[in-house]
Nanobody
């Protein structure tokens, strides 16, 4: 059974940093794109970042570009999201996602597997 397990969320002050991890199990995603999405209370789940299978192509939402960095370790079947210069508006549940396909996609409709999410809270 495929599982994606996020970790690394927590409470941080504005301007601080967090690093989220997503460990995949049940199958290898070495040839598949992966991404991060987030959902704030009362809002729809939105795209944050995505990375293609080889790690040489990444896309970010305008709201996090220049502050967040997505990366992956195919040997470890893990994807990361380094979040710097955090803002209160980054507060949300962050979800890891994986798709059956190597190219990156920014729409959640293209993703086939989802984690349970990890809470990130940024205080002002």
């Amino acid at each position: 059974q495929v599982q994606l397990a996020e970790s690394g969320g927590g409470l941080v002050q504005a301007g601080g940093s967090l690093r989220l991890s997503c460990a995949a199990s049940g199958r290898s995603f070495s040839y598949d794109a992966m991404g991060w999405f987030r959902q704030a209370p009362g809002k729809e789940r939105e795209f944050v970042a995505t990375i293609n299978w080889s790690g040489d192509t990444t896309y970010y939402s305008d709201s996090v570009k220049g502050r967040f960095t997505i990366s992956r370790d195919n040997a470890g079947n893990t994807v990361y999201l380094q979040m710097d210069s955090l803002k209160p508006e980054d507060t949300a549940v962050y979800y890891c996602a994986a798709r059956n396909g190597g190219s990156s996609r920014t729409s959640r409709n293209f993703y086939d597997y989802w984690g349970q999410g990890t809470q990130v809270t940024v205080s002002s």
